[in-house]
């Protein structure tokens, strides 16, 4: 029988335990381990059975038992430090309050767009790296003090849990999440009403959305809900699922995102007295119409400014950083122009912003596009003075993949930079490897993270290998738990599970993989040689274990065919206890999962991991990676804190690349992981092993924070957008005067060139040390001297005339003559020997403009 209504009975706690609900209604406990502790001793085996969910757990304790704590004088107390530490982590100062009484300057407030977050496993809203990372971005934004607000979607399905048939198929399940039952509230008005945000579409009524918020730390986290009972099911369904629908329900998706989370934070900062953002952050371009809402705001709300177009589209600009995550094309958003203009047009939900304007920002207008697309991420561009990758290989190759937007400049210069991506560490290290520092005097508060990470070198080698034995352990209980849940759900009885009570080994060498099934992920390129991968599964001496993990997507039978690859070959009952595939990762499996793996695998084909973040959680743990040389790990790889896998890159064949870098996987594990995990000393550690690890915790973990990333963001993107925001809207005359000289700019750039260029001063055989005179005659038209900036660009010349390793000097103007033309004169010292070239380049020059490469044009010789 089923019900035709639910909702969640929320407990009523003793006043002696209000504590309880404060603790349980901020987010901080999940990477707290006192809150967590305060928590289990409420009921331990309640605990574990609700998934470690302090909502949960609340509604599921007896009275008796809340009644008899209210009465526990030592867990009172305890109860009363927990919420005292909950309280001076919100109030006190941290680094960004601790910067700004420096004198150095911070936003006042940023806003944080993103499309999915993982903050806990109880609040089911992400699918994979995109939405950890943004939710470890909130976490280290919250530690550090910097006053990010979140904007993403409630999704009442959340991704899907995972599972496997007999026969090992990935099926997917979609539980219904009650708002009720999750760690969130309702934003309310101050009469008690619910706060609602609206959204125009044409031929129908009005989107309406709810605003539910959740206490990440000290970052509040807005999710947007459609699901009230009187819009309609197609408007209803719009927060459904994560990643779901055809291209119709993603636009509505992303629209709520983006215009529907600008009314949010507006609605919440009205609310609650919340400063308004100075910076808006898209993390990736699924929330790109936040930045037409914002235009609309400025040139047709009303009680707006009432800027027109272009000196809108430079205030938003300015105060907007874009993030790119993805390296193929393929990962990107793309709609139909047509879906576009039926859904931009004046009925549309961004009224008065004009749909030519709108399609333009995001057309393919470039060699290689596709006239009949509008692109998210070309969008996202366009609509952002700052864009980055998530790390330096990535921004590389974003700049490569997006370098049409600006054909006139080299890669190098296109601006586009990289920051690499980091993780949380309070979240994602076991607790007793913290431990471990902390008793030689470390302090895991201390802004000096180099500091916390070299007490490394101060653990005696037994005591950090003991460490390891305990987590390996621990994994390997919460995989045999899995894996007969597992098996039990693909319909084995059992009495035929006896053989999990074996499976795996705490004393074995333990490599992890765990990731989207995604095909350049590489699943199965460990499988390319069955026979090779039983030998080092089944070794005499030195044997390994694999436990393996990932989801695909519900649409990809690809994926789904490489995860029933893997499950096959791990259900052989002659290797079954060394490798292992466990369904539905997610937070709650990664916990355990990355502190118990000695070595972490990584083999995507380069370059297509924009970060992957997966091994600095294993790296912080004292894991060593072995991994291709992509994302992070082409970054921060040394030669002594892991492995990299050789690729074979250049072979077009792809069967036989894979071939060549499984061998080369083969061997490295064969002939270097595991006789140096194995090579045990008088006392049974082995020295070499632990001695890579306190190197990789040294080198790798101040590096691979997010705490250090938000730093970045803060340092490199945020604080700059903000200055320039504070420079072009305080009345807009600078946002105006932008837009004017943009458009004279681009105007009258068909008038500028460089006619002629001369150089003096060298002989004809030159030598170092010798200066050289350059004079460039260049004719600007209607422009003047200040409008550009004329470049000497020298450095190494090949065979065919191309520059490398240049190095750029501004000209000055020496003389200007009728007709807009003018001499630009500079020197330069022949510094260095061999193959010597020059060029004079012209770009426009504004104060306000964040790269060189702004707006596309340069004129040449």
């Not at 098996?487 to 053989?499: F, T």
């Not at 916990?591 to 297509?608: E, H, I, M, S, T």
């Not at 092993?689 to 101040?702: D, F, V, Y």
């Not at 020197?827 to 426009?844: C, E, K, M, Q």
Request: with cysteine; aromatic share 8%.
């Amino acid at each position: 029988m089923r019900a035709i209504r639910r909702f969640t009975v929320r407990p009523v706690l003793p006043p002696a335990l209000a504590a309880l609900g404060d603790l349980a209604g901020n987010l901080r406990w999940s990477w707290d381990p006192a809150a967590q502790d305060v928590f289990e001793y409420v009921d331990p085996t309640l605990w574990e059975s609700t998934g470690r969910d302090p909502v949960k757990l609340l509604g599921a304790v007896g009275r008796d038992r809340l009644e008899e704590l209210a009465s526990d004088a030592a867990f009172l107390e305890r109860l009363g430090a927990a919420r005292a530490d909950l309280e001076r982590y919100l109030t006190g100062d941290r680094w960004c309050q601790r910067r700004q009484a420096a004198g150095e300057d911070c936003p006042k407030a940023i806003a944080y767009f993103s499309p999915e977050f993982g903050i806990t496993a109880v609040l089911p809203q992400y699918s994979g790296g995109l939405g950890i990372l943004a939710g470890d971005h909130l976490k280290a934004a919250s530690d550090l003090g910097v006053p990010i607000i979140g904007v993403g979607l409630l999704y009442r399905h959340g991704y899907f849990k995972q599972a496997l048939s007999r026969e090992g198929w990935q099926q997917e399940s979609y539980p219904v999440l009650d708002p009720d039952g999750l760690p969130i509230s309702l934003l309310r008005e101050e009469n008690g009403e619910r706060a609602t945000i609206s959204i125009a579409v044409p031929g129908g009524p009005d989107i309406e959305a709810r605003i539910f918020v959740a206490r990440v730390g000290r970052v509040p986290l807005l999710m947007l809900d459609t699901d009230l009972e009187h819009n309609p099911e197609t408007y209803r369904d719009i927060t459904d699922r994560l990643y779901g629908g055809n291209s119709e329900h993603r636009l509505r998706q992303e629209l709520l995102l983006g215009v529907g989370g600008v009314r949010a934070i507006r609605a919440f900062c009205r609310i609650t007295g919340h400063p308004a953002p100075e910076v808006f952050h898209t993390n990736e371009g699924h929330a790109g119409f936040l930045g037409l809402e914002r235009i609309r705001e400025l040139t047709v709300a009303e009680g707006g400014p009432k800027l027109d177009f272009d000196t809108a589209l430079e205030v938003g600009r300015g105060s907007t950083v874009f993030t790119t995550h993805t390296p193929v094309p393929a990962g990107i958003d793309r709609f139909p122009r047509t879906l576009i203009e039926q859904y931009f047009g004046e009925a549309g939900p961004t009224p008065g912003v004009p749909v030519d304007r709108v399609l333009a920002l995001g057309a393919e207008d470039y060699e290689g596009g596709d006239a009949s697309v509008f692109n998210m991420a070309v969008m996202g561009f366009r609509l952002a003075q700052r864009a980055n990758g998530v790390s330096q290989l990535h921004g590389h190759v974003s700049r490569g993949m997006f370098r049409g937007l600006w054909p006139a400049f080299d890669e190098a210069e296109v601006p586009i930079t990289s920051i690499t991506n980091g993780v949380h560490a309070p979240t994602w290290v076991a607790r007793e490897v913290v431990a471990l520092a902390v008793g030689q005097g470390a302090d895991p508060e201390d802004d000096d993270t180099t500091a916390f990470w070299a007490a490394a070198d101060k653990v005696p080698g037994a005591e950090v290998w003991a460490t390891k034995r305990l987590l390996r352990e621990r994994l390997v209980k919460d995989a045999r738990k899995r894996l007969a849940r597992s098996w039990e759900k693909r319909g084995a009885a059992r009495a035929e599970l006896g053989w999990i009570e074996n499976a795996l080994d705490p004393d074995v060498l333990t490599i992890g993989f765990a990731r989207r099934a995604a095909s350049y992920k590489r699943l199965t390129l460990m499988m390319r040689d069955p026979a090779r991968l039983k030998s080092l599964l089944l070794h005499p001496e030195r044997p390994i274990q694999l436990v393996i993990a990932g989801k695909a997507h519900p649409a990809d039978d690809g994926g789904k065919k490489l995860i029933q690859d893997i499950v096959r070959l791990s259900d052989d009952p002659e290797i079954r206890h060394r490798i292992v595939f466990l369904p539905n990762y997610d937070i709650a499996m990664a916990q355990p999962l990355y502190p118990g793996c000695d070595v972490w695998l990584n083999n995507p084909l380069r370059p297509y991991e924009a970060c992957g973040t997966s091994g600095m959680k294993a790296a912080l743990n004292g894991g060593l990676n072995l991994s291709v040389l992509d994302g992070w790990w082409d970054e921060w790889y040394d030669g002594n804190n892991g492995w990299a896998i050789p690729t074979a890159d250049g072979v077009e064949d792809v069967d036989h690349r894979d071939d060549l870098e499984a061998d080369a996987l083969y061997d490295l594990i064969e002939n270097e992981v595991a006789p140096r995990f194995y090579d045990l000393d008088a006392e049974g550690v082995p020295a070499r092993w632990i001695e890579m690890t306190r190197h990789t915790l040294k080198s790798l973990g101040p590096k691979v924070l997010a705490t250090r990333m938000v730093r970045d963001y803060v340092r490199q993107l945020y604080t700059p957008a903000a200055l320039t925001a504070r420079a072009l809207n305080s009345d807009y005359a600078g946002a105006a005067e932008l837009a004017a000289w943009k458009k004279k700019v681009r105007t009258g750039w068909s008038g500028v060139r460089v006619e002629h260029v001369e150089s003096s001063g060298v002989s004809d055989a030159p030598e170092v040390g010798d200066q050289m005179s350059v004079c460039a005659f260049v004719a600007l038209g209607d422009l003047s001297p200040a409008d550009v900036d004329v470049q000497l660009i020298h450095g190494r010349s090949n065979g065919e005339d191309e520059l490398s390793d240049t190095t750029v000097e501004s000209l000055r103007v020496a003389e200007t003559y009728e007709g807009g033309r003018h001499r630009f004169d500079g020197d330069l010292v022949l510094d260095h020997s061999g193959a010597f070239g020059y060029t004079v380049r012209v770009i426009p020059r504004n104060d306000l403009l964040a790269s060189p490469a702004e707006l596309g044009v340069v004129a040449l010789p």
